[in-house]
């Protein structure tokens, strides 16, 4: 039986993975800051772990879905590695010129704990797959497509910068968990960095369009100027309003965030689904 480590067990990739694994008969053993949500199946939640005590056995592969900065602090948990899966982020190029301070930050870390990760995995000889997916959806548990679903379900209308035209490729989870466990169980590792984007291309605009579709309403587009969006941050968040929203997300709504996902289809085999989600998509597990 092939054992099956992951580290960060309460994420949306987690939700599809973990079933997945149980059900293909792995020994599946789970670190996580978190206790075992409701959704986990018993033989998952039985090798679950919330601290930094369990067993240094080897494991086949290791799935990482949580931060890469703690992968060298994480790491002595496990024994022997088999081959590596980790999960990074299209953001890690997306906003490397960011006009948000805090995005910058972001992009600086992803790009350091991927070349950490691979740093440890080439001198142990263990072979890892980067995976960048782009925006993730699917199990309720995001903080992009979820929450305009939650903005849908409460109002008519959506705020638009540049009328909405650049590009997106939304990714399901569960396609992304597939992947993973391919990549885990498959007879032969692979090694390298891929960029893991849904199977369509389509404006802002529209999958905010089908995102309303979703839940039976039309959206009522209200077109503003990038200049007012950040006068009216500015004036509003320093008294707790519109907490989470930042100039940057609005600005990039105007621009092509899309990759060439030919590399992952040839290479890996991956064949993700279109953007079409449906009222359950939004529910988490």
């Known amino acids: 039986m092939a054992t099956v480590a992951v580290v960060g067990g309460g994420n949306q990739i987690a939700a599809a993975l973990l ?14 800051r978190r206790p075992p949500p409701p959704w986990i199946p018993d033989a998952a939640a039985a090798g679950w772990s919330t601290t930094l005590d369990g067993d240094t056995a080897a494991v086949d592969a290791l799935i990482w879905l949580a931060p890469l900065g703690l992968f060298p602090h994480l790491r002595v948990c496990l024994g022997r590695i088999g081959r590596i899966i980790a999960f990074s982020s299209t953001s890690a190029s997306v ?9 910058r930050t972001l992009a600086s870390t992803l790009e350091g704990g991927e070349a950490t990760v691979r740093g440890g995995a ?3 000889g263990t072979p890892c797959a980067i995976l960048r997916p782009t925006l993730i959806y699917g199990r309720g548990l ?5 929450r305009i679903a939650h903005w849908a379900g409460r109002r008519r209308f959506f705020p638009l910068a540049h009328e909405g035209r650049g590009l997106r490729q939304p990714v399901h989870a569960d396609d992304l968990a597939a992947l993973a466990a391919d990549l885990a169980l498959r007879p032969t590792a692979v090694d390298g960095r891929w960029i893991v ?14 995102v309303y579709r979703s839940l039976g309403k039309v959206p009522r587009f209200v077109h503003v100027p990038i200049t007012a969006v950040r006068t009216a941050l500015a004036a509003l968040q320093p008294f707790g309003m519109l907490p989470g929203l930042d100039a940057a997300m609005f600005d990039r709504m105007g621009d092509d965030l899309v990759f060439d996902g030919e590399p ?17 998509t939004w529910r988490e597990p």
């Open 122 to 124: 080439s001198i142990e």
């Open 197 to 210: 984007p849904g199977g369509e291309r389509l404006s802002y605009r529209e999958m905010v369009v089908r």
């Open 264 to 280: 992952a289809r040839d290479e890996l085999g991956f064949a993700p689904r279109g953007f079409s989600p449906g009222f359950e």
């Open 19 to 32: 079933p997945r694994l149980v059900d293909a008969g792995v020994d599946v053993r789970v670190l996580s």
């Open 142 to 146: 995001d903080r992009n497509l979820t």
């Open 95 to 103: 906003k490397r010129q960011s006009s948000s301070a805090a995005e």
